[in-house]
């Protein structure tokens, strides 16, 4: 199906050679042998579907988790042993906490209960 815009008219075949010419086979071999997280990514859960993911993260005594909200309503993140309370989190918003004892910690989220994740804190 040709895509016409500005009295030109482009097909599927026009398009993908001017992406091969603009992205050399070298270049797409570099970004797809790089890895996806990188090894110092810092310690991150993911709130969507009503879900927390990971469900467990593992991380060291001394490192922040943040909680990101991609959920399209509010959520929080709330320790079961109290050593945390996030604020309402709307999209987009995060929260983040420094672990400083080793020690396996849940939580969930107080507007949804069913919604519940762990930390594992090791030294």
Same mark, same amino acid.
């Given at each position: 199906?040709?895509?016409?815009?500005?009295?030109?008219?482009?097909?599927?075949?026009?398009?993908?050679a /001017?992406? *091969?010419? %603009?992205?050399p086979? &070298?270049?797409?071999? =570099? @970004? /797809?042998? *790089?890895? %996806?997280v990188?090894? &110092?990514?810092?310690? =991150? @859960?993911?709130?969507?579907?009503f879900?927390?993911?990971?469900?467990?993260?593992?991380v060291?005594?001394?490192?922040?988790?943040?909680?990101?909200?991609?959920?399209?309503?509010?959520?929080?993140?709330?320790?079961?042993?109290?050593?945390?309370?996030?604020?309402?989190?709307d999209?987009?918003?995060?929260?983040?906490?420094?672990?400083t004892?080793?020690?396996?910690?849940?939580?969930f989220?107080?507007?949804?209960?069913?919604?519940t994740?762990?930390?594992?804190?090791?030294?």
């Amino acid at each position: 199906m040709p895509f016409r815009a500005f009295r030109f008219t482009f097909t599927l075949p026009v398009l993908v050679a /001017a992406f *091969a010419i %603009a992205n050399p086979p &070298t270049q797409r071999a =570099a @970004v /797809a042998a *790089a890895p %996806a997280v990188p090894a &110092t990514a810092a310690p =991150a @859960v993911h709130i969507s579907n009503f879900t927390f993911g990971p469900a467990l993260l593992k991380v060291r005594v001394g490192q922040t988790v943040t909680w990101t909200n991609d959920d399209d309503i509010p959520h929080t993140v709330v320790a079961a042993d109290h050593s945390f309370k996030s604020k309402v989190l709307d999209t987009g918003e995060h929260f983040s906490f420094t672990f400083t004892r080793p020690g396996l910690v849940g939580y969930f989220c107080s507007l949804h209960p069913h919604m519940t994740g762990k930390v594992m804190v090791t030294k």
